[in-house]
């Protein structure tokens, strides 16, 4: 089988993608890793398409504006692919603003500023850009602020105050491992640390997972946690989530990968039969 890995090469954690590339290799596989733009002439000489570490590493404002198109590409062209039919932070963060309307515990999060009373009393308002990754764009604003920067371009959330980050690491909707960021990702990113999930934890998490139905690739699941101990998502990562997997107990690493390569294995194998 000819696996071609869509990856940014130049990050710090291309580590991660190597490991997932030998895996393949040594089961007698071949495995090119390009990044995202590469030749489109490409796309006939490969079985299938794992989407892994795409983001730039010296984005900002103006570049995350500019799409790839090899996502969409391939999926017009329906080429057997791992990673790019997520529901969630693939599309927009609109479903943020879907998911707090139906009464699932995420980060309370309008899309304007008619909706604004809905959200708990708060004297400073996050805007986050709905296209955007790893904090670029968004601003803190008082609501005086709030009408001279918003546009249909931002979701709103409240400027919450919050003990850690804790992420909950899934291959399809089966769960990997858990860490926690103290105090938070951004802007320092700090060493991860193994975090124990307790059942209502680790249930919340679960049913986060499981509403990619039939999704074949890795999710990430993203919460605050706060200082009464309280989890409030703040993304469903199905696009490319970074997996530190350097900061796992070695055995840990090698049944994620393990089980990596035998979801793409089941999903060539279902396609195949279909």
Not at 63 to 81: A, C, D, G, V, Y
Not at 225 to 251: F, S, W
């Amino acid at each position: 089988m000819n696996i071609l890995m869509i990856s940014n090469i130049d990050a710090d954690e291309k580590l991660e993608d190597i490991w997932l590339a030998r895996a393949f290799q040594k089961d007698g596989h071949k495995v090119a890793i390009v990044d995202k733009n590469y030749d489109e002439k490409l796309e006939s000489l490969f079985d299938v398409f794992l989407l892994r570490n795409t983001w730039d590493t010296d984005a900002n404002i103006e570049t995350i504006k500019e799409k790839s198109n090899f996502r969409l590409r391939i999926i017009n062209k329906n080429l057997p692919r791992i990673n790019f039919d997520g529901k969630y932070d693939g599309k927009s963060k609109e479903y943020l603003v879907r998911l707090y309307k139906n009464g699932y515990p995420v980060i309370p999060t309008v899309d304007n500023i008619e909706d604004l009373q809905i959200l708990d009393k708060c004297n400073k308002i996050l805007l986050k850009l709905k296209d955007s990754y790893d904090g670029i764009g968004q601003m803190v604003v008082d609501k005086q602020q709030l009408e001279k920067n918003f546009t249909d371009s931002y979701v709103i959330q409240p400027y919450m105050e919050f003990q850690s980050e804790v992420q909950f690491y899934y291959i399809k909707d089966k769960f990997e491992y858990a860490l926690e960021f103290i105090p938070s990702k951004v802007p320092i990113y700090p060493d991860a640390i193994k975090y124990e999930p307790n059942e209502n934890e680790m249930k919340l998490a679960d049913e986060f997972s499981k509403l990619n139905e039939n999704y074949y690739g890795i999710q990430r699941i993203d919460f605050i946690k706060l200082k009464d101990g309280t989890l409030l998502l703040t993304e469903i990562e199905d696009i490319a989530p970074y997996l530190d997997l350097d900061c796992v107990e070695e055995r840990i690493k090698n049944k994620f990968i393990l089980d990596y390569k035998n979801m793409v294995y089941e999903y060539m194998k279902n396609i195949n039969n279909d």
